[in-house]
């Protein structure tokens, strides 16, 4: 049964995009592994160990990048390994959608370019219902690694940087905090702006740190944590996505530093990763 895996890296926000349509990421090494095998013997999709909503989610991806003609003579059967948690605004939906499609370009040998991948992988995001922008920031982010500064409405990268590979991303979960309504965010979309336009002139740790105090103001978090993560070494600080995640960016020197001060404001897990700047890998299986 011929296949291919993927292995794609996730990605942080550095701006997000919900406000004002554009937004900017940051290439993380955590990974998730998608293999796409078909079959001519059993015609239909199956997503291996997958809910019902995310089952759904990867029927769409598949059904807007391979033509109709392909789906009805062919089986496809799709297995995902990650240790990206699923929606805490770490991009594992962005990860899933950009992912299959890649592999399914190579499989099939459909002849797209990375645009057309990334564009397929964001109409799939909008039908599902799991973005209000299509993600093209966090597609970007998961595909190119590194900084990716995005204008979403226009599906448009407006600028891409690799990023120094010695920092350390700390990723904080709380356990308490819930992810609330990302149309709020709307209210200082004039902050958020200033923030993307930072990113745009590559002052990347000031725009994210803006994007998180903005974040912390509407959803009522406490902006202190932010303030006390930069007091104790941090380069930026902010909520990744619409949360709840927040993320830190520092020196390896730093990292127990960090892990301490987020745990005197919230229960919580901490994951530790570095920063990518590589694009996904393909292998036939």
């Known amino acids: 049964m011929p296949g291919i895996k993927v292995l794609m890296n996730g990605a942080v926000s550095i701006v997000n995009a919900i406000a004002t349509g554009k937004g900017a990421t940051l290439g993380t090494s955590l990974k998730t592994t998608i293999r796409v095998n078909s079959s001519k013997n059993k015609v239909g999709i199956l997503a291996e160990s997958a809910n019902a909503y995310r089952a759904k989610f990867i029927k769409l991806i598949i059904k807007q990048i391979v033509p109709s003609g392909i789906l009805l003579n062919t089986g496809l059967h799709i297995s995902i390994d990650s240790n990206i948690p699923m929606g805490y605004g770490l991009k594992s939906s962005s990860i899933i959608s950009t992912g299959i499609s890649l592999a399914c370009n190579k499989l099939f040998k459909l002849g797209l370019n990375e645009a057309d991948v990334l564009n397929s ?40 940087e690799k990023c120094n ?14 992810r609330k309504k990302v149309k709020a965010l709307k209210r200082l979309n004039f902050v958020f702006n200033k923030a993307w ?24 978090l406490n902006p202190n944590l932010i303030l006390s993560l930069m007091e104790k070494g941090a380069f930026a600080a902010s909520t990744s996505g619409n949360g709840t995640s927040i993320v830190a960016i520092t020196k390896n020197k730093d990292i127990n530093t960090i892990n301490k001060v987020f745990r005197s404001y919230y229960e919580g897990n901490i994951i530790l990763t570095s920063i990518n700047n590589n694009k996904p890998e393909t292998y036939e299986l």
Not at 136 to 152: E, L
Not at 214 to 220: C, D, G, V
């Open 121 to 160: 992988s964001v109409l799939a995001s909008i039908k599902a219902g799991v973005s209000i922008t299509g993600a093209y920031d966090d597609a970007c982010g998961c595909y190119y690694g590194g900084f990716v500064v995005t204008d979403n409405i226009k599906n448009k990268i407006i600028k891409a």
């Open 165 to 178: 590979e010695k920092l350390s991303v700390v990723i904080f979960i709380p356990k308490l905090l819930k």
């Open 197 to 220: 336009i930072l990113a745009q002139r590559s002052d990347y740790w000031n725009a994210m740190t803006l994007n998180g105090i903005a974040i912390s103001i509407i959803f009522n």
